[in-house]
Nanobody, 125 residues
Framework: QVQLVESGGGLVQAGGSLRLSCAAS????????MAWFRQVPGKEREFVAN????????YYADSVKGRFTISRDNAKNTAYLQMNNLKPEDTAVYYC??????????????????WGQGTQVTVSS
């Protein structure tokens, strides 16, 4: 079965960096669009970034553009989110997700059909 496992979250001071990983299994990882979302309690899940199957195209939410970088290593079935210059408002549970049906990357959470369990990122001021 399809499984996505995030890791790399933690507590960091404002201005610091973290690198999240998403290890995928049970699917042909290199064929699908991957994305990162985040969610804080009481709010809807928010799009962060996505990447096409080849890694040739990426898209970011305005709130993270220039600070976060999404990438993937298809040989390792793993996607990454490098987060630099973190801010307290980046505090959230971060989820990776896969879209197995689209040819064009989308930002709506409903487009993604498998999700990881999430990893907590906390940024202190």
């Amino acid at each position: 079965q399809v499984q996505l496992v995030e890791s790399g979250g933690g507590l960091v001071q404002a201005g610091g960096s973290l690198r999240l990983s998403c290890a995928a299994s049970g699917l042909t990882f290199s064929s699908y669009i991957m994305a990162w979302f985040r969610q804080v309690p009481g709010k809807e899940r928010e799009f962060v970034a996505n990447i096409k199957w080849s890694g040739s195209s990426t898209y970011y939410a305005d709130s993270v553009k220039g600070r976060f970088t999404i990438s993937r290593d298809n040989a390792k079935n793993t996607a990454y989110l490098q987060m630099n210059n973190l801010k307290p408002e980046d505090t959230a549970v971060y989820y990776c997700a896969v879209d197995r049906t689209s040819f064009v990357p989308r930002i709506a959470s409903g487009a993604y059909d498998y999700w990881g369990q999430g990893t907590q990122v906390t940024v202190s001021s």
